[in-house]
């Protein structure tokens, strides 16, 4: 007799799934998500015809905390093999919130009277009215609410380094994602996260602000932007729609400082936004302070990666025409064929929507709180269009091109701002084979070693491993925040 799940139900105590069944009993059961797997081996007892397991809701990730399942629908296997879910009462579980219909879904945890359009209303409504930036706090995003990495962390670091009287909130997607120690985690939609957002002096963003926004007095908004662009942005994407001119207009107008890598990025940044009149902070990326100042043996240890193995980081940008990260590279075969650990990186958009990568020495780092750490521990970088390419290069390690779509995607799909091919600090490739072939030809990066240099010249300056300094210091001497 086949296995059969039985009964499934949820102990608020173990903060687990109990699942029950019959017939043979599974080697293992597993609750398998896009981005995240809870395993559980299964009891049997040999005069009992059922069987039993205890599938956690919560997991330890790169050697981080114990934090909840991220969001997002899992499947139910048993040896591998999708099975059908008893249907659970929806119910709460620290800080999550477990239903299903035929499946698991784990929604974030907003009570769901906030999620109606009465709900959303009544909040935006009580956070307009709240008078505002009345407290010395700051509210951090990145990647809306994805992440608690890129610049915001950076800056997150050396602010409760020098100023530890500050609150510092996070904006976050769910209870998944881990924040830096002493801040609290607000979830995004929560009633906490509207008073968090209105109450803190300071807000400290990468992208866009989402959701409503109304400036309170007193209130000041850092935008620190999230990366040194190649592909073109904002108004100056190709057809753009009217309505979108207006988006960017209205955006921008909210920020009080952007912060730019170097002087090239502030040139484009303020013209693409219109931010012409407020300031530019040309102090360099925060987030690229650990390329100087980390320990790579400790991240790759995280990871699971020996000391003497060969890393390769492979991080495509986004493609307006997909939702999920591009299939343009296999990274098993890739592995195998450059005897090295692959790591693969999806951008920020590509997380909800994608799921992980698996193989031999393949790990799929789409959900690794800092992708500079990434950076630092990679011995060479594999991207296309990415700004990735601008962190990197601060490291000084060879940089590949993957890029087989290049005239769609600069022809049709976005543009660039300068011409790629011509000033690479690395060689360009079609195809998975040229690839290989450039990783083990030392000549291939040799030919580039000048364009690198002067790419460095132009990009990197400020990457000295000061940058979080120099804007904390910015921070604190406008009074922005109470030391």
Not at 86 to 112: C, H, K, N, Q, W
Not at 431 to 437: G, I, R, S, W
Request: overall charge negative; glycine content about 8%; aromatic content about 8%.
């Amino acid at each position: 007799m086949t296995s059969r799940v039985t009964s499934v139900r949820v102990d608020e105590e173990q903060q687990a799934l109990l699942i029950g069944g019959e017939g043979t009993a599974p080697a293992e059961i597993e609750l398998a998500g896009r981005r995240a797997v809870s395993r559980a081996g299964v009891d049997a007892d040999r005069d009992d015809p059922g069987w039993s397991a205890v599938l956690p809701l919560q997991a330890a990730r790169w050697g981080g905390p114990v934090l909840p399942l991220p969001s997002g629908d899992y499947a139910l296997l048993l040896d591998g093999r999708a099975v059908d879910v008893p249907v659970l009462e929806t119910v709460v579980l620290a800080g999550l919130r477990v239903g299903a219909d035929g499946a698991v879904r784990i929604d974030p945890p907003v009570d769901p009277v906030y999620e109606t359009a009465e709900g959303r209303l009544a909040l935006e409504g009580r956070y307009a009215a709240l008078p505002g930036a009345g407290e010395n706090a700051v509210f951090f995003e990145s990647f809306y609410g994805q992440s608690s990495g890129c610049n915001p962390g950076a800056i997150d670091r050396e602010l409760a380094a020098r100023a530890p009287g500050v609150t510092r909130y996070w904006s976050v997607v769910d209870l998944s994602i881990p924040v830096p120690e002493g801040a609290i985690a607000v979830v995004e939609g929560s009633p906490e996260w509207w008073r968090a957002r209105a109450d803190a002096r300071l807000l400290v963003v990468n992208d866009w602000l989402r959701r409503r926004f109304d400036r309170k007095p007193g209130q000041r908004v850092l935008q620190t932007w999230h990366g040194t662009p190649l592909k073109r942005l904002a108004l100056h994407r190709p057809g753009l729609h009217p309505r979108r001119w207006l988006a960017v207009f209205r955006e921008s107008r909210r920020w009080d400082a952007l912060l730019a890598q170097n002087p090239y990025a502030e040139r484009v940044l303020r013209k693409a936004y219109a931010f012409l009149q407020r300031p530019v902070w040309v102090d360099g990326y925060p987030r690229n302070d650990v390329l100087v100042t980390g320990d790579a043996a400790r991240i790759r240890d995280a990871l699971g990666i020996g000391p003497s193995e060969r890393v390769l980081l492979y991080a495509p940008t986004w493609r307006d025409d997909r939702s999920e990260m591009v299939d343009f590279l296999d990274p098993t075969a890739l592995a195998e064929a450059a005897d090295a650990v692959v790591l693969v990186r999806g951008h920020s958009r590509t997380i909800r929507p994608g799921r992980d990568q698996a193989g031999s020495r393949v790990i799929d780092v789409t959900g690794y709180p800092d992708t500079a750490e990434l950076l630092l521990a990679a011995d060479a970088l594999i991207t296309d269009y990415s700004s990735v390419m601008f962190d990197f290069s601060a490291t000084g390690k060879p940089i590949y091109f993957l890029v087989p779509d290049l005239e769609h995607y600069r022809g049709k799909l976005r543009g660039f701002y300068f011409d790629l091919p011509a000033r690479a600090p690395g060689p360009l490739v079609r195809t998975q084979e040229e690839l290989v072939a450039a990783l083990s030809d030392v000549s291939a990066v040799a030919e580039h070693a000048a364009s690198y240099v002067a790419w460095q010249a132009q990009f990197n300056g400020r990457d000295d491993g000061s940058a979080s300094a120099r804007v904390v210091d910015r921070i604190l001497d406008l009074g922005w925040l109470d030391g």
